[in-house]
Nanobody, 126 residues
Framework: VQLQACGGGLVQAGDSLRLSCAAS????????MGWFRQAPGKEREFVAA????????YYADSVKGRFTISRDNAKNMVYLQMNSLKPEDTAVYYC????????????????????WGKGTLVTVSS
């Protein structure tokens, strides 16, 4: 099982980036998927999550209104559109998947996530 994130890079404050995550090794169309991030010297924190159908989404307060999570089950992909980026968004972003129903506590508390991908670095300069 692999989750491969890509799309990170160096941008300026106010710019946009779109992260992509390709899932392989099993079908994730019935799983919740999402993103976490970890800034230097800080703990990994929740960013966004989406239910298997795409009908329910959760966001951290720090990104609400600026980031949008989406998925394409036919392609086993999940995306994170990041707009109005700020220097404090600088972090390594990790794709994650959790089997079954989207559970709020699992994502907001980072507890019991089933699958993790390698991260992609996003650097936002001021």
């Amino acid at each position: 099982v692999q989750l491969q994130a890509c799309g990170g890079g160096l941008v300026q404050a106010g710019d946009s980036l779109r992260l992509s995550c390709a899932a392989s090794g099993r079908t994730f169309s019935t799983d919740a998927m999402g993103w976490f991030r970890q800034a230097p010297g800080k703990e990994r924190e929740f960013v966004a999550a989406i239910s298997w159908s795409g009908g329910i989404t959760y966001y951290a307060d720090s990104v609400k209104g600026r980031f949008t999570i989406s998925r394409d089950n036919a392609k086993n992909m999940v995306y994170l559109q990041m707009n109005s980026l700020k220097p404090e968004d600088t972090a390594v972003y990790y794709c994650a998947a959790d089997r079954g129903t989207l559970r709020r506590g699992t994502w907001y508390e980072n507890y019991g996530i089933d699958y993790w991908g390698k991260g992609t670095l996003v650097t936002v300069s001021s």
